[in-house]
């Protein structure tokens, strides 16, 4: 996720239009401002990018999920439904709406399990926020299904998607809002921003006015002048964040482009690798009658619903069982192939060691907490198992085909 790889003179041209005025706040001040509105201009590149109606930039992408929550009146006593892989900001932004965060089961998209989400639903769920997982897409068409037919709000939290889409269409936009994030390893950056999409003209007030003290940006020149329909906070974005995201969003197309043919290029040697470890291990069964292990492929991938519309940040693929898969993590590491992430352990990105969600050790006490009856599910068995099977490498956008070449050399080795 690799936005911060291809810093460069485009970047620092946007900052400087803003350092030159000195204006830095995104409302107002239009007579010194040299006409130089980086946070709208981003959103109406971020509109065109995503065939969305409307976009509000802001200040991160845990903000954006907060403020698509608050916008879809999803808020105390709600249950959400989410994946337990995920960053934590998911459910960091569930709890802090006042909301139950119930986790349900991922499959072998890596993201929510559609035919699961029944076992979770009760007469409190409200909403359901799949997460667009590495790059890449959840079912989301069905997803949504089960959203229509249940009456549930759908918040898409497509922060490590940004550019990918399912048959055409961008991630974000299946659901009442989407949400991104733009943060420093994200796959463009703003430094630190957010951004949520809509169709809903009435959601996209909500959103613009919560993020900014409930502002209806309707007072012209005076800020002051504005009311304020309902209560906000300040989730704002500076003007030197949204110009280093213009910068950056212009480069997208590029930067996705490069990622697919890196992907690719190591994907293919992956499939031939796991071909000829297939052959092998034909072989040995055939001499020593050793079962191959567990009847499943040496290596398999992500089970990518539209490849073209991968944003291939990460190539994911399964080893057979947890143990080979710590041998392939550990021999990866020896090879000298870096990236590669074993989510399992993670500390960051999967259920298992949110010690403190388990915990609930928190600052403040939540409104969560007043709810005696509540306990947290993390009993996933079928996340789990794919979890202790997955391993993740980061595609980056630097490498040269030596590089390239090199890596698969290095992989290959890891292997065998
Ligand atoms: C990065 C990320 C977020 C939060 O974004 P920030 O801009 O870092 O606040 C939320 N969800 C997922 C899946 C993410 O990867």
């Not at 909403?127 to 299904?145: F, L, N, S, T, W």
């Amino acid at each position: 996720m690799p936005g911060f790889e291809i810093f460069g003179s485009q970047e620092r041209k946007e900052v400087m239009d803003v350092l030159e005025t000195g204006v830095l706040f995104r409302y107002g001040f239009d007579n010194i401002r040299n006409g130089h509105w980086k946070a709208n201009t981003f959103e109406k590149k971020l509109c065109e990018y995503t065939g969305s109606s409307y976009s509000h930039l802001c200040s991160s992408g845990t903000a954006a999920l907060s403020i698509a929550l608050a916008s879809c009146g999803v808020g105390a006593g709600d249950e959400v439904i989410l994946p337990p892989f995920t960053f934590v900001a998911t459910f960091e932004a569930v709890l802090n709406a006042g909301a139950i965060p119930v986790f349900s089961e991922i499959d072998e998209t890596l993201c929510l399990d559609p035919l699961k989400l029944q076992d979770v639903l009760t007469t409190k769920t409200k909403a359901v926020i799949p997460v667009h997982m590495c790059g890449a897409m959840a079912q989301i068409d069905r997803i949504k299904e089960f959203c229509d037919t249940h009456n549930l709000i759908l918040i898409e939290d497509a922060c490590q998607s940004m550019g990918a889409t399912f048959k055409g269409q961008s991630l974000g936009t299946f659901g009442d809002m989407g949400c991104f994030s733009f943060d420093a390893v994200k796959t463009i950056t703003c430094g630190e921003g957010g951004g949520v999409i809509t169709n809903s003209a009435n959601l996209y007030e909500k959103a613009h006015q919560y993020s900014d003290h409930g502002h209806d940006h309707l007072g012209g020149f005076d800020r002051g002048a504005d009311d304020h329909p309902i209560i906000g906070a300040n989730y704002r974005i500076s003007e030197l964040n949204a110009a280093v995201g213009v910068a950056q969003l212009n480069k997208l197309n590029d930067i996705l482009t490069i990622q697919r043919r890196n992907k690719k290029a190591i994907k293919d040697a992956m499939v031939e690798l796991n071909q000829s470890l297939s052959n092998k291990n034909i072989i040995a069964n055939s001499i020593d009658n050793k079962a191959n292990i567990e009847g499943c492929d040496p290596i398999s991938f992500r089970n990518i619903l539209d490849d073209e519309g991968d944003s291939a940040t990460f190539l994911s693929f399964f080893l057979p069982n947890e143990n080979r898969a710590r041998e392939i993590k550990k021999a990866l590491a020896d090879n000298g192939v870096d990236g590669c992430f074993y989510w399992y352990d993670n500390n960051w990105h999967y259920i298992r060691r949110w010690h403190h969600l388990k915990e609930m050790k928190t600052a403040a006490k939540l409104p969560l907490e007043l709810i005696s009856s509540y306990k947290l599910n993390h009993n996933l068995p079928q996340s789990d198992s794919i979890m202790q099977r997955t391993i993740s490498m980061q595609i980056k956008l630097s490498w040269t085909e030596t590089d390239i070449e090199d890596r698969i050399r290095k992989i290959k080795n890891a292997f065998i």
